[in-house]
């Protein structure tokens, strides 16, 4: 009988892949590894939404594609212990790596692992390294799957480039490389490409991303309804990275008697040239990295997958959002125009009263973290359900105010911002028009 091989496990407190060591197997961090020195915390990969992964040809530290090939293991003979690395039938992939497998030139795959380990021209090392690569790729099966759980540098996406990043996104839901089986994304790709075609898309600037973060932080009993919602499809991006999983953008699109929630990381910061290109061509700017279906009446609260997008659509819901729908881009909107689609229209959401950006201006300079530090936050905000509705019969939660706190001299401080979300008190005057 044929066991199946034992789960992948990382350490959750570094979330670096561990190896196994002895009879019977204890989990140990790699010994290349510098750690500072906690003991390994193994847990099963498929449970965490981060993993510290390197590309298994090449040691990149932004693997993006899982192949299946031949089994392999290698025996690393360090001072203190003999580790018995199983690479296994799986390996990771960084695009670099994959571009020259796909272009039938292992040699150059070689090159980068030499370069890597720091080996020189040593021939022989060399040659051990070209035999590991290929015992696994002349066995390697057709497919691969995206890797969706490696932590990219912070990247920014456009409230220009929206059109284009969310048309990548759908192309990949359509196409054949498959997505990790913990995401749970059985059967409804095709539902989600098609909801993203019609998806109203928003972008929300620096100021608005501030607050929706903050404000889901204390979002507490809220059930998703009709009016708690989107009512349809809806693709948000934030100017930056929000939550600890560094969460770019969402996808809410209508499914199955609710609708399917997916987050998503910012991919490809760092790579140039060729790698960057077929990244862009075959994957885009997006992977998901979780994903939820949600049911009207559904409670959520600050610590759901849906509390960043539920938090960001009540804001705009309730009149704290200015929008505007700056002209396309060129060359988007004769794209669309030579397959007869209608033109796309990006929302740009900030915060009502303030200008901070030019309408349709790029994404701000990326955030410092000198900046971060010295700038204002969003504190002692509250949220609150505000009578609406026929009869004022209906309860929808509104956020009242928050304020910003800082150095004096910051520029937010004194603005608008801070009288508009604490005087403009909810009148419960009936149901707030939904953005148009
Ligand atoms: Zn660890
Ligand atoms: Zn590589």
Redesign the pocket.
Known sequence: MITPPPEEMA?R??L?PLNTLGTPPTHV?PVHLA?DG?A??PVPVSHLATVRRTCDFCGDPYPIWTLNGGNVTAVAIASSATVVQNFGETWAACATCQTHIDDGHPNLVVDRAVQALGVGTNPEVRGRIEELHLAFLDDRLPGRTLLTTTPWPAAFITAKDLPKVRDRLAHFYLGSDDLPAALGFTGTRGQIADGLDQSRLYWIDDDFTDLAEHAATQLTDLTIGHDTGPPANVFITWSRPVTQHQITAASWTVANDGWQLVLYRAIGAGLDGKPLQRLREQVGWLVPMATAHLTEQQPIDAGHLAATLITTWLLITQKAAEIDIPKVDKAVAKAYARTKRDQPEVRVVRIRGRHSSPSGAPAPTPRGQGRRQSSRFWVSGHWRNQAHGPGRSLRRPVYINPFLKGPAESPVKTSSTVRMLSTHKPQGDGPTPRPA
């Open positions: 350490c407190t570094c670096v961090h750690t906690h390994p915390a």
